[in-house]
């Protein structure tokens, strides 16, 4: 179900991507102590399946089995019922190490949008970001790995919120704003440009800025990172490639900020 293959290129399957399912509605998630000490027993159990990407310890296969789940395990996407939250897709490794490189996050607020393991906002949470919001579509991805990764981790939960649901309403529950917004492989979907870019107008500080990794092309389903920067620069956001691959599989980075203040 959960595929950590680091060079993995495959797109979601077109036979998912016509789904009508209605969109979940945003909630927060609040880990209550009975969930904590749950996870926390089974991590001592998870010995063979665990990892580590730069220092920061991973688990290959979620802590918990859903039945909600058991007919996604064959595939990488079913819009608006599993939105590929157990695979670590490539460009989150492209955006980690960028900013690793070149982001200094101390003291900052960050949301990660579309968090799946979390491996983003774990990142600045354990590099002295002050508070970081994570965010996926399954409250099970939240539950089953965000979180137990962040407990693998660190002790500063108390830093941190979480929030499953769609875009569309994630504004509705989340009352600040951020610095950095990071978010990965989330607009393979043109459905979910708009609802993308109200989370970016809504949720970013008029200083802050939004990292964003992707594929240039998405074949078969229909996202491309020029179409979105069309769509954001037509919204007054500037947008700058920070880094790209142009060789194999085409990737992108790119920052960006919101309109500048009259």
Not at 66 to 79: G, Q, R
Not at 108 to 137: E, I, K, P, W
Not at 159 to 170: E, Q, R, V
Request: net charge negative.
């Amino acid at each position: 179900m959960f595929k950590f293959n680091f060079n993995n290129d495959e797109d979601p399957d077109d036979g998912d991507v016509k789904d009508d399912s209605p969109a979940v509605e945003s909630k927060e998630f609040k880990p209550i102590d009975e969930i904590l000490t749950n996870i926390i027993s089974e991590l001592g159990k998870q010995v063979e399946n665990l990892t580590s990407v730069s220092n920061i310890k991973l688990l290959r296969t979620p802590l918990f089995e859903y039945e909600t789940f058991v007919n996604i395990s064959h595939t990488d996407l079913k819009p608006n019922v599993y939105e590929g939250g157990y695979k670590i897709w490539e460009c989150t490794f492209d955006l980690l190490n960028f900013i690793k490189d070149n982001v200094a996050v101390d003291k900052l607020s960050v949301l990660d949008v579309g968090c799946g393991a979390g491996l983003l906002g774990l990142y600045t949470l354990m590099n002295g970001a002050a508070h970081v919001s994570f965010q996926d579509y399954n409250q099970e991805v939240i539950e089953s790995l965000t979180l137990p990764n962040i407990l693998m981790n660190t002790d500063n939960l108390e830093k941190c919120k979480f929030y499953h649901g769609d875009w569309g309403s994630l504004s509705a529950v989340i009352h600040s704003k951020f610095d950095i917004i990071l978010t990965s492989e989330t607009i393979y979907s043109v459905a979910n440009y708009n609802k993308l870019l109200t989370v970016f107008k809504t949720l970013l500080k008029p200083t802050g800025c939004v990292y964003l990794a992707a594929k240039v092309y998405y074949f078969g389903v229909g996202g491309c990172v020029y179409d979105f920067e069309k769509l954001l620069v037509e919204n007054n956001f500037l947008v700058d490639t920070v880094w790209e691959q142009n060789e194999g599989v085409k990737r992108k980075i790119i920052k960006i900020q919101p309109p500048p203040c009259n």
